[in-house]
């Protein structure tokens, strides 16, 4: 796969607490040069990003990140801001906690909450598979499906593993058909990214695209 292909599938990413302007702006640069699919960064960039690139680059965000246990009216207001800001997209993290209790229609309820917020704007859903068992990943995939959004994500890139080819496997079976996957976190080589893509996700989720497909030429 060439990597210009590769590219349009990825959500340029950098979520660190200490990235500076002159970093994210270095992003969106590559994210310009390179037409990554999306650049996705800290909420406390999106008006900045928006206010230097306008059009030019597609923002993505984070919503209840990395822990997911924020109160769904926080979510809510966490991606009224964003859009307001100027994201086209939003990557939300689901509460842990109601998925541990077993409460999985609070899962579909915020869901279809932060999906009437961000209204035609792309909601994805990050489910952390890494701290979850395969039966609470099928429960999920459903949730996502009933709660309309966009994608099902495998991970923060946070937590304690990130994505599996298994799980976008087990997504598969599972996900409703108006279902998109993205996979991220642990992606390191080229093989990995064409391994995804091929496996039917829509969008990577990586900080290091552009070094990984260096090193491969």
């Known amino acids: 796969m060439k990597n210009a292909e590769i590219l349009r599938h990825v959500d340029h990413t950098l979520l660190q607490a200490v990235a500076t302007w002159d970093e994210i702006k270095t992003l969106c640069d590559e994210a310009v040069a390179n037409q990554t699919a999306s650049v996705c960064v800290p909420p406390s960039y999106i008006k900045r990003i928006a206010d230097t690139y306008g059009p030019a680059v597609n923002i993505c965000t984070v919503v209840g990140f990395p822990l997911g246990y924020q109160t769904t009216a926080a979510k809510v207001c966490e991606v009224q801001q964003a859009i307001a800001d100027g994201a086209n997209e939003v990557d939300m ?49 459903h949730c996502v499906t009933e709660g309309g959004a966009d994608y099902i ?39 990995d990214l064409e391994l995804f893509l091929a496996e039917g996700c829509e969008r990577i989720g990586t900080s290091s695209a552009l070094k990984i497909l260096q090193a491969a030429d």
């Open 93 to 141: 993290v689901i509460n842990l906690g109601d998925v541990k209790n077993g409460e999985f229609d609070k899962v579909t309820s915020e869901i279809k909450a932060l999906k009437q917020a961000a209204g035609s704007h792309i909601l994805k859903v990050i489910i952390e598979t890494c701290y979850l068992t395969e039966a609470e990943k099928i429960e999920l995939c």
């Open 153 to 191: 994500k495998t991970s923060t890139g946070f937590g304690t593993a990130g994505a599996k080819i298994e799980d976008i496997r087990l997504f598969k079976q599972h996900i409703g058909p108006a279902v998109k996957m993205k996979a991220a976190g642990g992606v390191r080589t080229k093989e």
